[in-house]
């Protein structure tokens, strides 16, 4: 069954230092999301992809974090200078579409990269 | 709003008991909504879900029910095992959005 995929599992970084996670989504979908899981608390949006452009970002989504797709298969979450608070479980996801009603809007997630920001 | 919310945790059960896990959530429409779990050390899989009212999800016995009247989505298993304790995160989809909310969360722990 396909899946998504997330590349590293685990990253450690330094303060300041830019990150890279990287995300295969499922092949035949069109809609990409990135979301975060600080340690013991929920599941938060932070954006979503479509047709190369971000379709909607939150407010934690700011000038520190980029998205990209930069060939037809990766997905990929860029932060340029991180912040102890960015420590947490980044999960990318996609969809075949966005909403509708149809089952084609379920969101199917990657096993998440953990990042620590020391 | 678009909020989520979930019954606190954690809930400890026996095996066999029977559960539930409430979920109820704000909005206007009738958004979809879905049940993900989380096994110790791994990501999100999707459970269930149901994209309109009076739809039932199911699998792996477990089933919610879309409850318009109600603004509900209670998770039920009717005999619960050791190798479902995980995480149950109740989540709804924002129309006109392209977003899951998702409710705080709840640790289930089943004994033997």
């Known amino acids: 069954e396909p899946e998504v995929t997330q590349t590293p599992s685990h990253q450690v970084t330094q303060m300041g230092q830019e990150v890279i996670l990287r995300c295969v989504p499922i092949?035949?979908?069109?809609?990409f999301y990135w979301y975060r899981q600080i340690l013991g608390q929920k599941v938060e949006f932070l954006v979503s992809f479509y047709n190369n452009e971000i379709s909607e970002k939150s407010e934690i989504f700011d000038d520190q974090f980029s998205v990209e797709r930069p060939d037809g298969s990766n997905f990929t979450l860029k932060i340029r200078s991180t912040k102890l608070e960015d420590s947490a479980m980044y999960f990318c996801?996609?969809?075949?579409?966005?909403?509708?009603?149809?089952?084609?809007?379920?969101?199917?997630f990657g096993p998440g990269t953990r990042l620590l920001v020391l | 709003g678009n909020s989520v919310t979930q019954m606190e945790g954690p809930v400890t059960l026996s095996e066999e008991a029977f559960l539930t896990i409430n979920c109820t959530y704000t909005a206007t429409g009738y958004p979809s909504l879905f049940w993900y779990v989380q096994y110790p050390g791994e990501g999100l899989q999707l459970l269930l879900k149901a994209t309109k009212a009076d739809d039932k999800g199911s699998n792996k016995g477990f089933e919610a029910t879309y409850r318009k009247e109600t603004t509900s989505f209670h998770l039920e298993k009717g005999s619960v095992q050791v190798s479902d304790s995980a995480v149950y995160f109740c989540a709804r989809l924002v129309q006109g959005a392209q977003k899951l909310v998702f409710g705080q969360g709840t640790r289930l722990t089943i004994n033997p």
């Open positions: 996801a996609s969809s075949e579409r966005a909403s509708g009603g149809a089952l084609r809007e379920t969101q199917y």
């Open positions: 092949s035949n979908h069109l809609y």
